[in-house]
């Protein structure tokens, strides 16, 4: 005699990690179910990459930005003047509100 297991639905089953969690525990997507779990570490790995992402242009704007002679109201200064690590405070303050390189 033959035990046999029987196929999980695929409608109960995460695409991510493949456990059978059942229909109410997934996300549906048109062709991929995400149970919870696994979007809870999708959205962690998104948030890391993101960060590294937004570090990334973050230096480069740094970068540019020591390179640059900025003209305000009460004249004109050169950041490079005053070092990368505060070239580097305004590309922060720049992406954080906002601002992103154009290519
Ligand atoms: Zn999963």
Known sequence: MKFIVPE?????????????VGKENLIEGQKANICFDSSDLAKEIADERRKEIAEKEIQQMAK??????VNTEKGSF????????????????LYKAGYRKVE
């Open 8 to 20: 999980p639905d695929p409608k109960n089953v995460c695409s991510l990690c493949s456990r059978e």
């Open 64 to 69: 540019d930005l020591s390179l640059a002679n």
């Open 78 to 93: 050169d950041i490079s003047d005053t070092g990368m690590a505060t070239a580097y405070m305004y590309a922060e303050r």
